[in-house]
């Protein structure tokens, strides 16, 4: 891992603290979906260029958030076009399924 990857990663730590501590105690999707949301708009708040939150792929592409067959990521280090990392926040007991975790994933997120 890079120096900027290690420091990316402690300040997306921190942003994804600060959204649970917001929102509160919860379970369940609802307060997934509120737990993203809240670390979306922080990672926006930096107004930081190196750091992009929720960039939907497809095949190596840009595409509009929803588009059939896109994955979206929470947060991408580097140009959206040819992200370095990519970062995937996990609230309560949720885990990063096969298809997150295959290397087709992060082809979908790297520009070809």
């Known amino acids: 891992?890079?120096?900027?990857?290690a420091t990316a990663e402690g300040t997306l730590t921190r942003l994804a603290a600060t959204a649970v501590e917001e929102i509160g105690a919860g379970k369940g999707p609802t307060y997934g979906t509120a737990v993203h949301t809240g670390f979306a708009n922080l990672?926006?708040?930096?107004?930081?260029?190196n750091l992009t939150a929720e960039?939907?792929?497809l095949?190596?592409?840009?595409?509009?958030?929803?588009t059939p067959g896109s994955i979206r990521v929470d947060a991408i280090l580097g140009p959206v076009e040819a992200p370095t990392a990519v970062f995937d926040l996990k609230t309560g007991s949720?885990?990063?399924t096969p298809r997150a975790r295959s290397a087709d994933t992060i082809e979908s997120a790297s520009a070809c």
């Open 1 to 5: 891992m890079s120096k900027l990857e």
């Open 43 to 49: 990672i926006r708040g930096l107004k930081n260029s």
């Open 55 to 57: 960039v939907s792929y």
């Open 59 to 66: 095949n190596g592409n840009v595409v509009k958030r929803g």
């Open 94 to 96: 949720a885990q990063l």
